[in-house]
């Protein structure tokens, strides 16, 4: 069955900094590997999501995500965090003949001015 | 494309009471999931519906959960003799799919379900 860790359960970074999330997962397929941001009392909103081909993937709002097969990670960075980035982070992955998504526990991130 | 809706927002009710969620999926999408989400965790799997068909129940969903999606577009979350352990956020989603494959799902904005 596929399962997925976030390790960091708070990151607190300052506005105009970079940022790194991480993401592992433990699938033994191909994985289809998603990132999703949540505001508070709200809905899950996609940010990227890789299927296959390029390991480097784009999404929304200036975030991008890697897939390493080798390291079983699908981590999610942006260059520069704004104000507005502040939110909970979740990672998810499907699997190749099922269509149930499996997700982290979240990460929450914290923009300080 | 209006998005996925849920209603209502927000549910309290006693313990002990039946309720029930509705979801509005994108139109088109024939795809439909629910997940339940606890405070500091992420969405966990209830049941999912191809069309009008239940496809897969998690062993989450106790025999006191029903889902229904009869004509294959919106769908209800029943919940009977609900507990305080039922509390939390009931979220929909929905896509578009053919096969087997894995799809791109997008979640309404969720039913906060509070349990006295």
């Known amino acids: 069955a596929q399962s997925v860790t976030q390790p960091d359960i708070h990151i607190t970074v300052s506005e105009g900094a970079s940022l790194e999330l991480r993401c592992n997962y433990s699938y033994g397929a191909t994985p289809y590997l998603f990132w999703y941001v949540q505001s508070p009392g709200q809905g899950l909103q996609l940010l990227l999501k890789?299927?296959?081909?390029?390991?480097l993937v784009q999404g929304i709002k200036g975030f991008e995500a890697e897939f390493k097969r080798s390291q079983s990670s699908f981590n999610l960075r942006k260059p520069s965090v704004h104000w507005s980035d502040a939110a909970e982070y979740f990672c998810?992955?499907?699997?190749?003949?099922?269509?149930?998504?499996?997700f982290g526990a979240g990460t929450i991130l914290r923009v300080k001015s | 494309d209006t998005g996925v809706s849920q209603n209502p927002r927000h549910k309290i009710t006693k313990r002990g009471q039946n309720v029930t969620f509705r979801c509005d999926p994108i139109s088109e999408h024939n795809r439909l999931y629910w997940y339940r989400q606890t405070l500091g965790q992420g969405p966990e799997f209830l049941t999912y519906?191809?069309?009008?068909?239940?496809?897969?129940k998690s062993r989450l969903l106790s025999d006191r959960f029903s889902a229904e999606r009869p004509k294959g577009s919106f769908s209800t979350l029943e919940i009977q003799r609900t507990e305080q352990g039922d509390s939390a956020m009931y979220l929909c989603?929905?896509?578009?799919?053919?096969?087997?494959?894995?799809?791109?799902?997008?979640f309404g904005p969720g039913t906060r379900l509070t349990v006295l």
């Open positions: 989603a929905s896509s578009l799919a053919s096969g087997y494959s894995t799809d791109t799902q997008y």
């Open positions: 890789y299927f296959s081909g390029d390991t």
């Open positions: 519906f191809q069309n009008e068909a239940q496809l897969e």
């Open positions: 998810a992955v499907g699997a190749e003949y099922g269509n149930k998504l499996v």
